[in-house]
């Protein structure tokens, strides 16, 4: 194999659960994920998605920015790293000392719980509903501001 290809993440999901990803990912317009792979590949060859993902291992990420910029993605995807302290396996802190200083990473826990979960896959649905200024301010200023 060419070392300069870099290889297309498969999904690792049981069949079930790739199933489901499949199907949720063609329904979306937008997408948003916390961790990045095999689903955010999946979404970036459908067409007509906006894809916003979210990654705390930094070399996984700028591994798979490669992989998407060669494969030449046509919808946007829109990756961002951002630090929760040292991760281990799938982008797991391996501590809780940088969840401490990181809160941005889970804004979207404040406004919306999981409504099902599919293998390590949670299903969050965001919906309108009115939100105060100040937690508007904490939304806007974690996807504006640089990760």
């Not at 498969?10 to 659960?17: A, D, I, K, R």
Request: hydrophobic fraction near 35%; charge should be positive.
């Amino acid at each position: 194999m060419d070392p300069s290809v870099i290889a297309r993440p498969e999904l690792t999901f049981s069949p079930e659960v790739a199933d489901f990803a499949r199907k949720a990912c063609a329904k979306a317009g937008i997408i948003l994920e916390y961790g990045r792979g095999s689903s955010t590949v999946l979404a970036s060859e459908m067409e007509r998605k906006t894809v916003f993902s979210v990654e705390s291992d930094k070399r996984w990420a700028t591994n798979l920015q490669a992989c998407l910029d060669q494969a030449g993605t046509c919808p946007p995807v829109h990756l961002h790293h951002t630090s929760i302290g040292k991760t281990g396996k799938w982008g797991h802190p391996v501590d809780h000392a940088g969840y401490r200083r990181h809160r941005r990473y889970h804004t979207v826990e404040r406004f919306s719980e999981p409504v099902a979960m599919h293998g390590r896959m949670a299903k969050f649905v965001l919906g309108k509903r009115a939100v105060s200024r100040d937690a508007l301010t904490r939304v806007i200023g974690a996807f504006t501001n640089a990760f």
